[in-house]
Structure formats: C-alpha cells, structure tokens
T-cell receptor, first 110, second 114 residues
Framework: EDQVTQSPEALRLQEGESSSLNCSYTVSGLRGLFWYRQDPGKGPEFLFTLYSAGEEKEKERLKATLTKKESFLHITAPKPEDSATYLCAVRGGGADGLTFGKGTHLIIQP | DTAVSQTPKYLVTQMGNDKSIKCEQN?????MYWYKQDSKKFLKIMFSYNNKELIINETVPNRFSPKSPDKAHLNLHINSLELGDSAVYFC?????????????FGPGTRLTVL
C-alpha cells in the first residue's frame, strides 16, 4: 500500500525566512510525485509533478526536489501570501488515484 | 472559465436521507475522480472514472455510487446518509492515465449529516 508522510505538521516562519517541507513516501512503482497547495475552504491547487530521483522544479519562491525516498519543497524568502497547507501525493503503479499525505500547514508572519 | 465545478458548495441533511453532488469539468479531460477530506483534513481517493468506466473503488461503502453521464460529468450519489459521511468531497479531473496526469480539483462540497 502506498504511503506518504509529511513533516512538520505545522510550520510558522517570519517573512523572508527560508525553510523546507519534507515528504517521505513508499510506493510500488512511482509514476509521479505531486505537490499541491490548499487554501482554507478551497480545493487543492496543483504546483509540481516530479517523476524521477534527481529531478527539480521551480515556481517563483518554491522549488521541489525528489530522491528515491523523499521529496522536499523549499521555500525561499517566503511572503505572507505563501501561507497555506502544502500537500504531497504519490501515484503508484497500481492505481490512477493519488495517495496524499496529511499536509504541512505553513504560516508566514509579516 | 471555471475548470472543475461542483454543486452544491454546502449540503446539510438528516441521517438516512439520499443526496447527490454534481461535478463538471470543461478541461476536456478523460478521467474524473472523487476524493473525501475528513475532519483531520486527510484527502482519500474514493473513485475514478475513465471514459465512463469505473477504474478504481477504494473500499468505499456501496451506499456511495458514482454516475457519469458523459466524460465531462461525474456525479456522486449517496444513499442512507450516516453521521460519518460528514466531510468535504472534492471532484478532480486529469487527462489520461499516463505519467503526466496532473489532477485539477474542484472547490469542494461540504456535507454535514445531522
């Protein structure tokens, strides 16, 4: 069974204070690792897909990296509008649905 | 130009009732999904439909039945609602079953069973 564990559960940073979120996974035949952002009362918003170890993707202040066991979402010089819950999900070889982690609730204080 | 839409946004009902949630996507995707997000904010896959065929059913009670009249719609019917069904239900869609199947989510339907 595919499993995704995210840490920390919650993270409070000052504006401009860079940090990283962790996503550890076990999956049979990784077909993709996904990062989503979810704001309160809204659906998850797609950020990145990573397919193989060593791959990196960037979008504004966010950078996602992937190894064979985990993924990191690096946030550089965050702003208050980056506050949200960040969800990691994997798609294994046996299913089309995604297996999500419980998310990291990120708060950026001005 | 909403990509994935759901109705209603909020649904409050009594235990034992039957209800439906509708989902529509205008992205031209061929696969649609239903997810349940419980009170602990944990998202879990319930169903997916590809070209009108159910391709996964993650041990969801048979009181839940997805119905897809066409590939742009996937509705969720729930019979004999129970207190534990209270959650936020998200519809999503993607193109294909290959590697590049980023899923796009709707805004969610908050179901409260009293």
């Amino acid at each position: 069974e595919d499993q995704v564990t995210q840490s920390p559960e919650a993270l409070r940073l000052q504006e401009g204070e860079s940090s990283s979120l962790n996503c550890s996974y076990t999956v049979s035949g990784l077909r993709g690792l996904f990062w989503y952002r979810q704001d309160p009362g809204k659906g998850p918003e797609f950020l990145f897909t990573l397919y193989s170890a060593g791959e990196e993707k960037e979008k504004e202040r966010l950078k996602a990296t992937l190894t064979k066991k985990e993924s990191f979402l690096h946030i550089t010089a965050p702003k208050p509008e980056d506050s949200a819950t960040y969800l990691c999900a994997v798609r294994g070889g046996g299913a089309d649905g995604l297996t999500f982690g419980k998310g990291t609730h990120l708060i950026i204080q001005p | 130009d909403t990509a994935v839409s759901q109705t209603p946004k909020y649904l409050v009902t009594q235990m034992g009732n039957d209800k439906s949630i509708k989902c529509e996507q205008n992205l031209g995707h061929d696969t649609m999904y239903w997810y349940k997000q419980d009170s602990k904010k944990f998202l879990k896959i319930m169903f997916s439909y590809n070209n009108k065929e159910l391709i996964i059913n993650e041990t969801v009670p048979n009181r839940f039945s997805p119905k897809s009249p066409d590939k742009a719609h996937l509705n969720l019917h729930i019979n004999s609602l129970e207190l534990g069904d209270s959650a936020v239900y998200f519809c999503a869609s993607s193109q294909g079953s290959g590697l590049a199947n980023e899923q796009f989510f709707g805004p969610g339907t908050r179901l409260t069973v009293l």
